[in-house]
């Protein structure tokens, strides 16, 4: 079946630190892959996506890119802020659309001052 | 525009009471989905409606859940003989149809089951 397999946190940086949340897939087909982040207190909601092998999802200063090669779909950022202390979902979804979300287990993200 | 909303935001029960979850979906939006987030368990799929109809209902844990949708709104997620293992955040989203890729969540109801 479809899976997300993502690090386990937390992880806690420094502020201006670089960041790295892997993530890996198990799928049939050809998924669409998201990221999502719960900041504290508020609703998941959408960071970034991808649908094709080799798109590039970026918003925020975040980037990650779909790489069908190695199944994978790395969450980066430069240089991280204290703003960005939330915890970080990686999902797919299948490409035939009507589909639900598959979740990893998500990875709190602490940054200090 | 108004979001998803979610009542009740906290929810405390006694084992073996039935409890009623509701999720406002933003308006026109026609996918519906119902989540649950466990401690370590991360998120996992309940259900899934289309307008009124539930394609995949392929997530509910057992037959004590069960859910519903009137008039492609408003939907209610009922949890029948309510055990501590069904303590959770239940979260619903919405998209404009199920084929969009995104999903707005709603904040949650946090439900603790004594």
């Known amino acids: 079946g479809n899976s997300v397999t993502q690090m386990e946190g937390p992880v806690t940086l420094s502020e201006e630190a670089f960041l790295t949340i892997n993530c890996t897939y198990t799928a049939t087909g050809y998924p669409s892959l998201f990221w999502y982040v719960q900041y504290p207190g508020e609703g998941l909601q959408l960071l970034l996506k991808a649908t094709k092998a080799d798109d590039k999802g970026s918003n925020k200063g975040f980037e990650a890119t779909y790489r069908k090669e190695t199944t994978s779909f790395h969450l980066e950022k430069g240089s991280v802020q204290v703003s960005d202390s939330a915890v970080y979902f990686c999902a797919l979804r299948k490409d035939s659309g009507n589909t639900p979300l598959v979740f990893g287990k998500g990875t709190r993200l602490s940054v200090i001052a | 525009g108004a979001g998803v909303s979610q009542s009740p935001s906290n929810k405390v029960t006694e084992k073996g009471k039935d409890v009623e979850l509701r999720c406002d979906p933003i308006?026109?939006?026609?996918?519906l989905y119902w989540y649950r987030q466990s401690l370590g368990q991360g998120l996992e799929f309940l259900i899934y409606f289309q307008g009124n109809s539930a394609p995949d209902k392929s997530g509910l844990p057992s037959d004590r859940f069960s859910a519903e949708r009137t008039g492609g709104s408003v939907s209610t997620l009922t949890i029948q003989r309510t055990q501590q293992e069904d303590s959770a955040v239940y979260l619903c989203a919405s998209s404009l149809d199920g084929a969009s890729d995104e999903q707005f969540f709603g904040p949650g109801t946090r439900l603790t089951v004594l």
């Open positions: 308006s026109g939006h026609t996918a």
